[in-house]
């Protein structure tokens, strides 16, 4: 497609079950974002990738989140033992190498953990 | 630490009103600003950005916005806004040498309701 898409876009889960969120970016575009908006705050970094660099897991707030990206294209965000403080909307973003010019967000996967 | 403040959480307006989002960073250095939008149900898009030049900065529907370096200040403004302004106004900043996007610092976010 044209544009980064993400999936599901809603997700509602039990509290300690596992979630895997997933992420397909625009074509072409070797950077990939996951970022996190939770109620009330601002966009809250989580981790990105870049190329076949180590990602940077540095926003990442707990063991139990992790993410991939195969092949340099698809990501899958995947959160374990999930929590209710979890409920956010997951936002994917990516874009052309190391741009600031601006991320391309997908429309985001809202889970809600309950 | 870096920092992004939007002064107004929720602001409300009548059509043809004029409108005007506060956005103030803290970082001493060169920056790059943004502005994005996100329209309800939709995903966030890039309204307008500010790298060099122009402090004037102009960009979709009508937006334009003012870097004051004096003030750390990326206001948002739009002269008359329309019933479809309504969302949700982001400001984010990052460091001229950050050489990525990770180092986005955004703002909370200001939520604009334009009433028919």
């Known amino acids: 497609g044209a544009g980064v898409s993400q999936s599901p876009s809603n997700k509602v889960t039990e509290k300690g079950k596992d979630v895997e969120l997933r992420c397909d970016p625009i074509?072409?575009?070797?950077?990939l974002y996951w970022y996190r908006q939770s109620l009330g705050q601002g966009l809250e970094f989580l981790i990105y990738?870049?190329?076949?660099?180590?990602?940077?897991k540095s926003g990442l707030p707990s063991d139990r989140f992790s993410a991939e990206r195969t092949g340099g294209s698809v990501s899958t965000l995947t959160i374990q033992r999930t929590q209710q403080e979890d409920s956010a909307v997951y936002l994917c973003?990516?874009?052309?190498?190391?741009?600031?010019?601006?991320?391309?967000f997908g429309e985001g996967s809202r889970l809600t953990v309950l | 630490a870096q920092s992004v403040s939007q002064h107004n959480h929720h602001v409300i307006l009548s059509e043809a009103a004029s409108l005007e989002l506060g956005c103030n960073y803290s970082y001493g250095g060169t920056v790059n600003l943004f502005w994005y939008v996100q329209y309800p149900g939709q995903h966030l898009q890039l309204l307008l950005k500010?790298?060099?030049?122009d402090p004037l900065v102009k960009g979709i529907k009508g937006f334009e916005a003012e870097f004051i370096k004096s003030k750390f200040s990326f206001n948002l403004r739009k002269p008359s806004v329309q019933w479809s302004d309504t969302a949700e106004y982001f400001c984010?900043?990052?460091?001229?040498?950050?050489?990525?996007?990770?180092?986005?610092?955004w703002g909370l976010g200001t939520s604009l309701a334009v009433n028919p």
């Open positions: 990738f870049q190329g076949n660099s180590a990602p940077d």
């Open positions: 984010a900043v990052n460091a001229r040498n950050a050489g990525n996007n990770r180092k986005l610092i």
């Open positions: 074509s072409g575009h070797t950077a």
């Open positions: 500010y790298f060099s030049g």
């Open positions: 973003a990516s874009s052309l190498r190391f741009s600031p010019r601006g991320l391309f």
